[in-house]
């Protein structure tokens, strides 16, 4: 075993400037999680049925990032005492990364359900790869945390050295496997929402390049108190740029392929499909008469008549006049 003496990082003590800055680090990433949500939230109509687990992917992750950024600037602010002029850790410092690892446990694997969600991959292929994917994102997170944070407090090298090269076979297969379902689906898709998702993946998997090597800094220096401060911002900055800019456009790239298969008449949409002001597809409601009376009533906006379902077929042809203009109609 080749333990490093100096302190766990969690128990260093930190200057003024230094703990300003991992304090305005986790407030602005907690702050940008939330608004993330916010935004997804009061978005999740304006994507199409085919494409919204990416949405509820992404709320789920920004919901759970939120909360762990919570617990983080708490555990922050309560887990230092300033004395003399500097910050002295106490007994609750110890707990002032104690989230992140369970948190990137379940957000990680949601961040390739909400890729593979707009990608064309369908059946038992897209069953497949997402179980794979999914697993392999949460092996290649619980073995980084048995390296960084079990073993000897994350100070034994040769453990931090073979843990990670363990969870460094998952990552490789996550980077295969997804860059491969990517390129498979991109041929089916229009162009703009090709390079929205090319964008989105590059994006996604330059960010998880962080964690590595954020990881692998104690393997080859000191963990002094400005590499503490420079693991949290960049922590901090990478779970922003993953979740938030990669979820944005995933956002897009669903919106582009809902307008997409509006035009082309494969399905339906309530409303015009709006991006940067350009309108990309008009609301298509389904044809009246395929659907059943009370539904029929509810897209009307009526209640629905007291008759039963004979009456309803007899009077097919008439809600079929009176229908909402479909996708067939439009061409």
């Not at 890729?115 to 059946?123: E, F, K, Q, T, Y």
Request: charged share 15%.
């Amino acid at each position: 075993m080749d333990v490093v003496d100096t302190p766990t990082p969690e128990l260093q003590t930190m200057s003024l400037g230094l703990y300003d800055l991992v304090h305005f680090a986790l407030m602005a990433a907690g702050f940008a999680l939330f608004a993330y949500f916010l935004y997804n939230w009061a978005s999740r109509g304006e994507v199409g049925r085919r494409y919204r687990p990416a949405v509820h992917a992404g709320l789920c992750l920004a919901a759970i990032a939120t909360v762990s950024y919570l617990v983080l600037f708490l555990k922050w602010d309560s887990g230092f005492t300033l004395t003399d002029g500097v910050y002295e850790p106490n007994a609750e410092a110890r707990f002032t990364g104690s989230t992140r690892y369970p948190d990137w446990a379940v957000t990680v694997p949601l961040l390739t359900i909400e890729l593979l969600a707009v990608c064309s991959l369908a059946g038992r292929r897209a069953r497949n790869l997402r179980a794979t994917t999914v697993a392999a994102a949460f092996l290649m997170i619980l073995t980084g945390y048995v390296g960084s944070q079990l073993v000897a407090d994350g100070r034994d090298r040769t453990a931090l050295v073979v843990w990670g090269l363990i969870s460094t076979a998952f990552f490789v297969y996550l980077y295969v496997a997804l860059i491969g379902a990517v390129r498979a689906s991109l041929p089916h898709m229009g162009r703009a929402a090709a390079v929205s998702l090319r964008n989105a993946t590059i994006v996604l998997l330059a960010s998880f390049g962080v964690y590595p090597l954020v990881y692998a800094i104690p393997v080859f220096a000191d963990v002094t108190p400005a590499w503490l401060a420079t693991m949290q911002v960049a922590y901090s900055a990478a779970d922003v740029i993953a979740k938030v800019g990669f979820g944005l456009l995933i956002h897009k790239v669903a919106l582009l392929r809902t307008a997409e298969d509006v035009r082309a008449g494969e399905d339906t949409h309530p409303e015009p499909v709006w991006i940067s002001n350009v309108h990309e597809s008009d609301g298509v409601l389904p044809e009246l008469a395929r659907v059943s009376t009370p539904a029929a009533a509810t897209i009307r906006g009526e209640h629905a008549p007291e008759h039963d379902h004979a009456h309803d077929h007899d009077h097919g042809d008439g809600h079929r006049s009176g229908a909402t203009r479909t996708a067939s109609d439009r061409g």
